[in-house]
């Protein structure tokens, strides 16, 4: 069974970067029908696409945040990784990696862990 | 604002049946394929529907998804106390260079 599992500091300094790691187990990230991804949820609201990322390295960001965001492979440990820079307040949410097939849905997904942004 | 337009709450009688409507254009909803996802309280997304109206291994027959157009329905039928949750409905937009995924604001669904 696949499992995916966030890691990283759950608090940051406003200005600071944001980093997270997802380690995937019980299958391989090197999957050619597979995508990456990060999506967050602030506090009491919806859902949030950061971005994607294919095993070759291939990336796709939310325009939105584009500027501020990087994700990254590592194939070798079975990882992927964000780092969102310049963070502020507003970006306080729940931060959850997950498993998009093609572009068809994200199937499998990490429980998620909250980063709070606060000096 | 989100891309795709979602209403933000919908209710039923236990046993009844109820739809989630999503709306959204050519750039998304029209042209790429539509996933929906039930979100219970305090736990992670849980993948309900993909490729418009596939259900993975695991999702009952009482969840149902259609697409016509701009817009993607999602369908509950013999609601359960236990349907209770949010769920959202998520596209891939292709109306820049580079495409990005987009997801409808939430539907919070209660069972009266």
């Known amino acids: 069974q696949l499992q995916l599992q966030e890691s990283g500091p759950g608090l940051v300094k406003p200005s600071e970067t944001l980093s997270l790691t997802c380690t995937v187990s019980?299958?391989?990230?090197?999957?050619?029908?597979?995508?990456w991804g990060w999506i967050r949820q602030p506090p009491g609201k919806g859902l949030e696409w950061i971005g994607s990322i294919y095993y070759s390295g291939s990336t796709y960001y939310n325009p939105s945040l584009k500027s501020r965001v990087t994700i990254s492979v590592d194939t070798s440990k079975n990882q992927f990784s964000l780092k969102l820079s310049s963070v502020t307040a507003a970006d306080t949410a729940v931060y959850y990696c997950?498993?998009?097939?093609?572009?068809?849905?994200?199937?499998?997904w990490g429980q998620g862990t909250l980063v709070t942004v606060s000096s | 604002q989100s891309v795709l337009t979602q209403p933000p709450s919908v209710s039923a009688a236990p046993g009844q049946k109820v739809t989630i409507s999503c709306s959204g254009s050519?750039?998304?909803?029209?042209?790429?394929?539509v996933s929906w996802y039930q979100q219970l309280p305090g736990t992670a997304p849980k993948l309900l529907i993909y490729?418009?109206?596939k259900r993975p291994s695991g999702i009952p027959d009482r969840f149902s998804g259609s697409k016509s157009g701009t817009s993607a329905t999602l369908g509950i039928t013999g609601l359960q106390t236990g349907d209770e949750a949010d769920y959202y409905c998520?596209?891939?937009?292709?109306?820049?260079?580079?495409?990005?995924?987009?997801f409808g604001g939430g539907t919070k669904l209660t069972v009266l």
């Open positions: 997950a498993r998009l097939l093609r572009l068809l849905g994200f199937d499998y």
């Open positions: 490729d418009n109206n």
């Open positions: 019980g299958g391989s990230i090197s999957s050619s029908s597979y995508y």
């Open positions: 050519s750039s998304n909803i029209g042209n790429n394929y």
């Open positions: 998520g596209t891939w937009d292709s109306s820049l260079s580079a495409g990005f995924w987009v």
